[in-house]
């Protein structure tokens, strides 16, 4: 991991001042889900939906302009399944290693 | 050339932050403090003062927007006194931990109850805790004087600290007195630009008051301990300094006579001009008396206090603010565990005096060095701190 | 005056998120629950934002989960102080900025936005002294209320915004109680009695409303207010993928209607020309609502209707204010 979680003294910034914007996506929250979404391209619109609605903002739009989840994000609420309006996305269980 | 002005203390203090050139005032009117918030005011409505002033709602408020403006790398005044201190208690720890070098005139006045506006200094020892750097000033000038260098010590980058000057309520802040006043040329470079390493800038984002999880806490607040007590050497440079430029002299720990002294009263503030015309009066009578006064607080000047104290026979540490249920007496608790450890140190005698605004004798200092020599004559060193001028 | 027309009524509407800015300043990777209601409301007022921002939050579920050293959520300049004075301390960042820009250290031209961030329980409860303060002083800063209506980040603990009937732990549903027992806090008319020149509700069903309002808010003349609904899965009892209906459904009931105030003129957002949706529809899918009988859903109903009247009479009334 390229963030410390545990700084030694000498390490901790000022005033435990966070200096890099962002940092939070070194914490992959995708762990979390127990169904994931899969989106069905056949069927997909590409209404930018997913996108706007999901609160982790795991959505990533491609060249194609097709939106894909990022499953080091997504923390599976289904919040996407439930806005398509083209009812695309599929909630399919997480496999588990 | 400085000019001695016959000026109220208040007044003077606010001529300080004028001359500062502070940015933002932020504070909350309470008695005693009034006419510096209001001089203050009036010197921003003429456009002598080219700052915002925030008419807070409250003093929690007050010090809320001084950590804002301070954050965003702004130099920043507040003042306060007693139950405003009290009620803005929480956000001094964050003060202090966010590294915002505000500065603070604290008027000393006694906290309720029973309501008092009348000095004693309850109102500073309660925020013992809170990593503020705490200076005491004895007299008008020193309070005017004290002013520049807080925020030349709070904004030192070593320190980045906030800086409370402590001076009596009403003894001083209401006072007229003769002051040296800087001509604006004179101090004009004495501070230099406030220029903080971290600020909110849209420029450079950061991220700052994280949540503190266990893994960080405790070395977050070693950080912390380390910068405060660190800033002594920056707080004892900046005196010297200022000796070497203006003439005048601070220490960390002020003595009175005490080099050669077998007793002598500790304590804190204005009533140290006071226990001086006693210290003459019975150094004439042939007793070997003297009085030492803890200016700087916080930090705790260990070892200035030791070198002053540690071949006297006897001290008298008087408190002018009660613990009650405990060590009675704050400035006696610091100063027993400072020479708990010592294999030699002088007999400890705590006395209270002064609470709640009651003036002093100067009959009842005489009492008090008499009470240490009574110590040295029975070899009776009592725990209980006595409370001068009780009527039981 | 602009009205969005429901998303059942133009199937077209739906393409309009597509024109959304692709920029983001609340990354991911955040500890919020799944189907966070406020981290959405969050993720859109700094899309819309921009770069040019600080932000302040006050203690509360989006402070510590955006916060937790050392990940941090934000991508523009962030202080968090305490629970109740965000506005307070927002109100000292825009007086130093002032002076900064009075003594030409920073140019006097340049536009940096202040948003105060503070849940239900920070703008309404403990914070409602800095925010009537901050307010009165006219400083230029947007405060945006994410109402999940309970102390949710400390445990679903009742706040004077939980409304009336709802289950929360200090204001449980039991034998003889029927859990809140009060009418929720009007915030956005405490605001709208400041006097302020822009006050507005939103709802993350409407996201590019929301995003309108925000960009009107920071452009206003003066202090701002957005009081903004956001769905609490564990909170309210309710499926996280249902977050954004329940969200929609909140606005169609009339419970939590959309209207601007600017300059103490009164606007709907929405047109409802089928009228509003029956209350059950609401409150029967969450969990904090199941212990309710017919009596007070009747009254919650009549006072819903009542609140929503009163605002479409206001939007008639011309109060000559500029």
């Known amino acids: 991991m390229k963030i410390k979680e545990k700084p030694k003294l000498e390490e901790l910034p000022f005033a435990t001042i966070v200096t890099e914007p962002g940092t939070s996506e070194y914490y992959k929250t995708g762990d979390w889900k127990t169904l994931k979404p899969v989106?069905?391209?056949?069927?997909?619109?590409?209404?930018?939906?997913?996108?706007?609605?999901?609160?982790?903002?795991?959505?990533?739009?491609?060249?194609?302009?097709?939106?894909?989840?990022?499953?080091?994000?997504?923390?599976g609420c289904g919040i996407c399944v439930i806005e398509c309006p083209a009812h695309c996305i599929g909630f399919v269980e997480e496999e588990t290693e | 050339m400085a000019k001695r002005t016959g000026i109220e203390v208040s007044l003077a203090i606010a001529e300080a932050v004028r001359q500062s050139e502070v940015d933002v005032v932020s504070a909350y009117p309470?008695?005693?403090?009034?006419?510096?918030?209001?001089?203050?005011?009036?010197?921003?409505?003429?456009?002598?003062l080219n700052a915002s002033y925030i008419t807070v709602e409250s003093e929690h408020s007050a010090l809320s927007a001084c950590i804002g403006a301070s954050l965003v790398g702004t130099r920043v005044f507040t003042s306060t006194s007693s139950q405003g201190l009290a009620l803005m208690h929480e956000i001094m720890y964050l003060a202090s931990s966010l590294r915002?070098?505000?500065?603070?005139?604290?008027?000393?006045?006694?906290?309720?109850?029973?309501?008092?506006?009348?000095?004693?200094?309850?109102?500073?020892?309660?925020?013992?805790?809170?990593?503020?750097?705490?200076i005491f000033s004895n007299n008008g000038q020193e309070a005017y004087d004290l002013t520049f260098m807080a925020f030349k010590i709070g904004e030192n980058k070593q320190v980045s600290l906030p800086v409370m000057i402590n001076f009596d309520g009403f003894l001083l802040t209401h006072m007229i007195e003769p002051i040296f006043i800087f001509n604006d040329s004179e101090i004009k470079n004495y501070l230099t630009l406030y220029d903080p390493t971290y600020r909110l800038d849209p420029k450079n984002p950061v991220t700052m008051g994280s949540v503190g999880l266990p893994e960080i806490y405790t070395e977050a607040k070693k950080q912390q301990d380390l910068a405060?007590?660190?800033?002594?050497?920056?707080?004892?440079?900046?005196?010297?300094e200022f000796k070497e430029r203006f003439g005048r002299e601070y220490n960390a720990v002020e003595t009175y006579r005490a080099d050669d002294a077998e007793v002598v009263i500790v304590m804190q503030g204005s009533i140290f001009e006071s226990i001086q015309i006693?210290?003459?009066?019975?150094?004439?009578?042939?007793?070997?008396?003297?009085?030492?006064?803890?200016?700087?607080?916080?930090?705790?000047?260990?070892?200035?206090?030791?070198?002053?104290?540690?071949?006297?026979?006897?001290?008298?540490?008087?408190?002018?603010?009660?613990?009650?249920?405990?060590?009675?007496?704050?400035?006696?608790?610091?100063?027993?565990?400072?020479?708990?450890l010592d294999k030699k140190r002088p007999m400890?005698?705590?006395?209270?005096?002064?609470?709640?605004?009651?003036?002093?004798?100067?009959?009842?200092?005489?009492?008090?060095?008499?009470?240490?020599y009574d110590a040295l004559k029975t070899g009776n060193e009592p725990e209980m701190a006595k409370i001068i001028g009780l009527r039981e | 005056m602009s009205k969005i027309l429901r998303p059942k009524e133009v199937f077209l509407n739906v393409f309009a998120n597509k024109m959304v800015s692709r920029r983001e300043y609340f990354a991911r990777g955040h500890r919020a629950c799944q189907g966070c209601g406020a981290a959405l409301v969050l993720r859109l007022i700094f899309?819309?934002?921009?770069?040019?921002?600080?932000?302040?939050?006050?203690?509360?579920?989006?402070?510590?989960?955006?916060?937790?050293?050392?990940?941090?959520?934000?991508?523009?300049?962030?202080?968090?102080?305490?629970?109740?004075?965000?506005?307070?301390?927002?109100?000292?960042?825009?007086?130093?900025?002032?002076?900064?820009?009075?003594?030409?250290?920073?140019?006097?031209?340049?536009?940096?936005?202040?948003i105060a961030i503070g849940g239900d329980g920070g703008t309404a409860d403990i914070g409602i002294q800095a925010l009537s303060g901050a307010f009165a002083r006219w400083h230029k800063f947007l405060y945006v209320c994410y109402d999940n209506e309970a102390y949710m980040n400390t445990g679903v603990q009742g706040s004077s915004s939980t409304p009336l009937g709802a289950s929360t732990t200090t204001t449980p549903a039991g034998k003889i109680s029927i859990g809140q027992g009060n009418w929720k806090k009007n915030l956005p008319e405490i605001a709208v009695a400041h006097r302020i020149p822009y006050v507005a509700t939103a709802c993350p069903a409407y996201p590019l409303d929301l995003m309108r309002k925000v960009k009107k808010a920071?452009?206003?003349?003066?202090?701002?207010?957005?009081?903004?609904?956001?769905?609490?899965?564990?909170?309210?009892?309710?499926?996280?993928?249902?977050?954004?209906?329940?969200?929609?459904?909140?606005?169609?009931?009339?419970?939590?209607?959309?209207?601007?105030?600017?300059?103490?003129?009164y606007c709907l957002s929405l047109d409802m020309p089928e009228g509003l949706r029956p209350i059950e529809d609401y409150i029967t899918i969450q969990r904090r609502y199941r212990h309710l009988k017919k009596e007070t859903i009747s009254e919650i109903r009549n006072r819903v209707l009542k609140e929503y009247k009163r605002l479409q009479l206001l939007e008639k009334m011309d109060f000559e204010e500029s």
Not at chain 1, 47 to 73: T, V
Not at chain 2, 228 to 240: M, Q
Not at chain 3, 61 to 84: D, G, L, N, Q, R
Not at chain 3, 92 to 108: F, Q, T, V
């Open chain 1, 39 to 75: 989106v069905d391209k056949s069927k997909c619109i590409k209404c930018a939906n997913c996108y706007i609605y999901c609160p982790d903002n795991a959505y990533e739009e491609d060249k194609e302009g097709y939106f894909n989840p990022n499953y080091d994000y997504c923390k």
């Open chain 2, 30 to 48: 309470i008695t005693p403090q009034t006419h510096i918030v209001e001089r203050l005011a009036e010197m921003v409505a003429d456009g002598e």
């Open chain 2, 100 to 134: 915002c070098p505000i500065v603070m005139a604290l008027a000393n006045r006694a906290l309720s109850g029973p309501l008092s506006i009348w000095n004693d200094h309850s109102d500073v020892m309660g925020e013992r805790d809170t990593g503020w750097i705490s």
């Open chain 2, 228 to 240: 405060l007590r660190n800033s002594i050497k920056v707080i004892n440079d900046t005196f010297k």
């Open chain 2, 278 to 340: 006693v210290v003459d009066e019975m150094r004439n009578e042939g007793y070997k008396v003297g009085a030492v006064e803890l200016r700087l607080w916080r930090p705790f000047p260990f070892d200035d206090l030791k070198s002053s104290l540690k071949d006297k026979k006897a001290i008298v540490v008087l408190d002018r603010a009660m613990i009650p249920g405990g060590p009675q007496g704050p400035v006696l608790s610091e100063v027993r565990s400072s020479m708990y």
């Open chain 2, 348 to 372: 400890i005698i705590g006395v209270l005096a002064g609470l709640g605004g009651r003036d002093i004798l100067l009959s009842q200092y005489k009492e008090i060095f008499n009470m240490g």
């Open chain 3, 47 to 114: 899309k819309e934002a921009g770069p040019n921002t600080i932000a302040v939050n006050a203690t509360g579920c989006m402070e510590i989960i955006s916060s937790p050293y050392p990940y941090t959520a934000w991508k523009i300049p962030w202080v968090h102080v305490a629970f109740e004075n965000a506005a307070a301390v927002a109100s000292g960042i825009e007086a130093a900025i002032k002076a900064l820009k009075n003594k030409g250290k920073i140019p006097a031209n340049e536009d940096i936005n202040i």
């Open chain 3, 218 to 265: 920071l452009n206003a003349n003066g202090p701002s207010y957005i009081h903004i609904l956001a769905v609490c899965p564990p909170g309210w009892g309710t499926p996280p993928e249902l977050t954004i209906r329940i969200s929609r459904m909140a606005v169609e009931t009339g419970v939590f209607p959309l209207y601007e105030v600017e300059n103490g003129r």
